[in-house]
């Protein structure tokens, strides 16, 4: 059993910036894959930058070039740095990781509101 716990949502207006951090605990051996996913009220989730434990990252078309991934492997931390925020990244952020097991859990989500 994994546990996800996300963090650093809140409210930005347009233009701002916010950091997302995800912490795993539980009874875990090894991570291969860490990553964030979004998914707004009536619509798919939506990949948003993922990161594997040897750093390779793949970033969404719509965040690409804004948002930055980063992990500490040592500590099971995955973080999302959100740049240029704009109110179409307005939803719920879902923290991911798929474990050496092939195992995928997922967080409670974190709401991220863009509005002035």
């Known amino acids: 059993q994994v546990t996800l716990v996300e963090s650093g949502g809140g409210l930005v207006q347009p233009g701002g910036s916010l950091r997302l951090s995800c912490a795993a605990s539980g009874s875990i051996f090894s991570i291969k894959v860490m990553g964030w996913y979004r998914q707004a009220p009536g619509k798919q989730r939506e990949l948003v930058a993922i990161?594997?434990?040897?750093?390779?990252?793949n970033y969404g078309d719509s965040v690409k070039g804004r948002f930055t991934i980063s992990r500490d492997n040592a500590k099971n931390t995955v973080s999302l740095q959100m740049n240029s925020l704009k109110p179409e990244d307005t939803t719920v952020y879902l923290c991911t990781c798929t474990t050496d097991d092939w195992r995928v859990y997922w967080g409670q989500g974190t709401q991220v509101t863009v509005s002035s």
């Open positions: 990161i594997t434990s040897g750093g390779t990252t």
